[in-house]
């Protein structure tokens, strides 16, 4: 009797970790629609939340380009512990989901494993680009240039702290 009581508790414990994992993911919107050909090219890194797999990155560009086989082509660079540092790159491949207005994107750098990336605000013009994960563990702020202008930043600081995002976690990244 006391080992299924246990087993439910588990059970109950599981399930409640389950739904508000979900509620977490529906909280956070995508933009309704991207334009995937307006989105593919060159992007800059210009502030992110630190990853272990980004440690001691500088200069951090991706660029995205179509494959002949329908997915998106992505390529990560950046400069290791300085601005000059030797450059580092990983390939990988997105696949857009479906229904998702291209504004859900699932990244692969290494099979089988897919990372959500989540397209939640855009310049209409895609000057730039903020990404995250429904989780909010994950954030980039990402630009056609080097460099964005700070009304155009501090904009975007007050749409994610509208969103709940923590800005105190927030790095800027170092580029040239």
């Known amino acids: 009797m006391k080992k299924t009581l246990s087993l439910y508790i588990h059970f109950l414990i599981i399930i409640f970790i389950m739904t508000t994992a979900d509620l977490s993911a529906q909280k956070l919107q995508t933009v309704p629609n991207v334009d995937l050909n307006k989105y593919l090219g060159k992007w800059f890194e210009i502030a992110s939340y630190p990853?272990?797999?980004?440690?001691?990155?500088?200069c951090t560009t991706a660029e995205y380009s179509l494959s002949n086989k329908g997915y998106i082509i992505v390529?990560?660079?950046?400069?290791?512990?300085?601005?000059?540092?030797?450059?580092?790159?990983?390939?990988?491949k997105a696949f857009v989901e479906e229904n998702s207005g291209n504004a859900k994107l699932k990244v692969q750098f290494f099979w089988p494993f897919k990372?959500?990336?989540w397209i939640i605000d855009l310049a209409n013009d895609y000057s730039y680009a903020v990404v995250?994960?429904?989780?909010?563990?994950?954030?980039?702020i990402l630009s056609r240039t080097s460099k964005i202008d700070d009304a155009v930043y501090q904009g975007i600081m007050s749409r994610l702290k509208s969103k709940g995002f923590d800005l105190q976690k927030l790095q800027k990244t170092e580029q040239f």
């Open 51 to 58: 990853q272990i797999f980004q440690k001691g990155c500088h």
């Open 75 to 92: 390529e990560n660079r950046c400069n290791k512990d300085s601005i000059l540092g030797k450059q580092s790159y990983i390939k990988g």
């Open 115 to 117: 990372g959500k990336y």
């Open 132 to 140: 995250s994960h429904p989780n909010k563990k994950y954030l980039w």
